[in-house]
């Protein structure tokens, strides 16, 4: 995407990526120009075009407050290469990926307090030896679920270019995460399986692998 | 054609051919589905994007669409990136307060 040119959209350097891509002249003012430039630009907003077609694009972007296009843009474009990538589930399987990864670390979270709840608790004397046994090990569904506080939504966008939006404040986020691979969760048509259970209200199934198995960290990737 | 046009046709405001492409994913009883995916992508796209695919994976990519679509209609910034963003974080944070935990079981082990 755009990594030089002022954010004033003037096109005195030749079309921008858009209108390269779109055969078409580029004027004074063109809504894509700050944020495809002509020679990454046009490839990205090839696929832009694809999934969402151009005249949707500037509409949304219309719609959008002049600072936040920045974001926009690069949230459309992962979008559409997430889709490109994935003609059937798009972004929709790393939603799945990443929530299975939120579940097997809830429940390693769980386990791991209780087991220190029961390190720092002072030890009872010793019981008398009776012929019962000792009482049956703690399950894992014995523990509480943990449900930690929804998050203030963080930006995870950095301006492409310094001179764009120079409002903006620095964002927390180098990098957009890219799709990860199939192989975190066991295959692709498990991954497919689960993003139908959740497009249809379903719940992530019960028997996730084993903590620190398939609940590895996403794997950060430079986004083309 | 068919009697009743599928919620797509209805939207376009066209009669409702037989093997209308839209007709088996947009029941007339949910006439907000088709709006909001029309309004992100447009008929056209959607309609390339279903000829491109396995019959049988088709209503699977008209659902994650139709999420999509959602999210970016109540987003118009993010759209489910912003589900996604949200979902790292609560990881990254999740993460660290499970690493200060085993640090303080081991703590607590040697104790």
Redesign the interface.
């Known amino acids: 995407m755009s990594s030089s040119g002022s954010p004033s959209s003037s096109c005195g350097g030749g079309p921008c990526g858009a209108c390269k891509f779109l055969r078409r002249k580029c004027v004074a003012g063109c809504i894509f120009a700050p944020y495809f430039d002509s020679e990454q630009g046009a490839a990205h907003f090839a696929a832009v075009h694809k999934v969402f077609g151009a005249s949707n694009v500037s509409k949304l972007l219309q719609h959008v407050p002049e600072h936040k296009r920045a974001d926009a843009v690069v949230s459309i474009c992962f979008e559409a290469q997430a889709r490109l990538r994935d003609p059937i589930y798009g972004c929709v399987s790393h939603i799945v990926s990443l929530q299975q990864q939120v579940v097997s670390l809830q429940t390693e979270l769980s386990y791991v307090q209780a087991h220190l709840a029961t390190l720092e608790l002072p030890q009872p004397p010793p019981a008398p030896v009776t012929s019962s046994g000792s009482p049956p090990p703690l399950s894992i569904l014995d523990l509480p679920t943990i449900t930690p506080s929804l998050y203030e939504l963080s930006p995870i966008f950095e301006p492409m270019s310094s001179t764009w939006t120079m409002q903006q404040q620095p964002r927390p986020f180098d990098h957009l995460f890219g799709v990860p691979s199939s192989s975190t969760i066991g295959g692709s048509s498990e991954l497919q399986a689960l993003a139908r259970d959740f497009l249809h209200g379903g719940q992530i199934p019960a028997d996730l692998p084993p903590p620190g198995t398939g609940g590895s960290a996403p794997t950060v990737v430079k986004r083309e | 054609m068919n009697p009743k046009r599928c919620a797509a046709c209805k939207y376009l405001r066209r009669k409702c051919p037989k093997d209308c492409i839209f007709s088996p994913y947009f029941p007339p009883s949910d006439p907000h589905k088709f709006a909001c995916i029309h309004?992100?992508?447009?008929a056209?796209?959607v309609s390339k994007?279903l000829q491109?695919?396995p019959v049988q994976?088709r209503a699977?990519?008209v659902?994650?669409?139709s999420?999509?679509a959602k999210c970016?209609v109540d987003d118009?910034?993010?759209?489910?990136?912003?589900?996604?963003?949200?979902?790292?974080?609560?990881?990254?944070?999740?993460?660290t307060?499970?690493a200060k935990?085993?640090a303080?079981?081991c703590c607590?082990?040697q104790t």
């Open positions: 309004r992100i992508y447009g056209g796209n994007m491109q695919l994976t699977e990519a659902e994650s669409l999420f999509e970016r118009p910034v993010y759209g489910c990136v912003g589900i996604i963003s949200l979902l790292q974080t609560q990881i990254q944070k999740t993460q307060l499970l935990t085993q303080d079981c607590s082990n």
